[in-house]
């Protein structure tokens, strides 16, 4: 039985290690954060008051350079009903350990042993009398392509999947990655521990602590989720684009795919007030482009001024975000409900 203990979030939140075995760098290990909803009170069971997301599980993976910290993005689901769980992987923010490389691997699909290891953590709370709970995969920019990649190598797992700024195509467009990729792999084999010359000036990180949600950023852990990024090495670089390269042959994915993207994107090469009110990571309209090849449903949603992370975003973008959420997952918890009444 798992054990599971109170989590730097403090109330309302637990989390548990995950082992994976070990590497060169010493034990691995992935942790799962969860928070749950509320029990129901009497006159909602009285009347069967049911919420909306009761038999829904959400399983979320966060970005490269990041980890799980946004409370509100759990009390957007809790609140209504779901199990919230969120993944640090491996070598990111609760999961870091002495002398690892933050954030490094060298194949996506790797992640896989933790995504297992915590659906199977998740099914144990499953009330085995009632029909199983569904499953929704939530992951936001480089999280968002691991579980693209997930989804569609494990087909009729997830019943539905939403991407916050998901990575999905490297910042040149296909055509450029197809330019850089033979190099990056070349330089793989040799050293793949090579360090890419640094390109983040911390803007990102300076749009968020102006414009978000004050709360939340106040207690990020800065050594989990640096005012510049990780440093990117040959070697996790090449799975990266490995990764992209699958997404451009298609995944597949059956399950109904929502997209939360920024209206625009801007380079930023000088601090300007622009920066507080545009995606600054990836190219919005590469992703939007890449996001069609993942599988027969999708919505992409195109938020006005909002950043890399929308639900990070000023308070009107990041309202208008939450507004869009919960108008896809409603459409989806309808459709859902319908399926299920066909097949019965």
């Not at 197809?178 to 070349?186: E, F, G, N, T």
């Not at 939360?260 to 007030?273: A, G, K, T, Y």
Request: aromatic share 10%.
């Amino acid at each position: 039985m798992t054990v599971w203990r109170e989590d730097v979030l403090g109330e309302g939140f637990e989390c548990t290690d995950l082992d994976l075995g070990s590497d060169d760098e010493g034990p691995l290990v992935a942790t799962l954060v969860r928070s749950l909803p509320t029990p129901r009170g009497f006159f909602d069971r009285l009347f069967k008051h049911g919420r909306l997301l009761e038999d829904v599980d959400v399983l979320y993976v966060h970005g490269w350079s990041d980890y799980f910290f946004q409370r509100h993005l759990a009390e957007f689901w809790t609140s209504r009903g779901a199990r919230f769980y969120a993944l640090d992987l491996r070598k990111y923010g609760r999961s870091l350990r002495e002398g690892q490389t933050p954030g490094y691997i060298e194949n996506l699909n790797d992640y896989s042993v933790e995504i297992e290891l915590a659906i199977n953590v998740m099914r144990e709370a499953q009330d085995q009398a009632q029909p199983p709970r569904r499953l929704v995969l939530f992951g936001h920019s480089t999280g968002g392509l691991v579980l693209s990649l997930w989804a569609g190598a494990h087909p009729g797992r997830a019943d539905a999947l939403i991407l916050n700024s998901p990575w999905l195509e490297f910042q040149l467009s296909s055509t450029g990655r197809q330019v850089i990729m033979p190099l990056i792999s070349l330089r793989a084999k040799s050293r793949p521990h090579e360090v890419a010359p640094q390109l983040d000036y911390g803007f990102y990180t300076r749009a968020q602590r102006q414009v978000g949600p004050q709360d939340e950023i106040a207690v990020i852990n800065t050594v989990w989720r640096p005012e510049r990024t990780h440093a990117v090495l040959t070697g996790w670089m090449r799975a990266i684009l490995a990764g992209h390269a699958q997404v451009t042959h298609g995944l597949h994915i059956k399950a109904p795919i929502g997209v939360l993207l920024s209206s625009r994107f801007v380079l930023p090469m000088r601090w300007s007030e622009d920066l507080t009110r545009a995606d600054t990571v990836l190219d919005v309209e590469e992703v939007a482009k890449a996001a069609l090849k993942l599988g027969s449903s999708v919505t992409v949603e195109r938020i006005d001024g909002a950043l890399h992370d929308v639900f990070l975003s000023a308070e009107e973008p990041r309202r208008e975000a939450y507004a869009r959420l919960e108008r896809w997952v409603e459409g989806w918890r309808a459709a859902d409900r319908a399926t299920r009444r066909w097949e019965s």
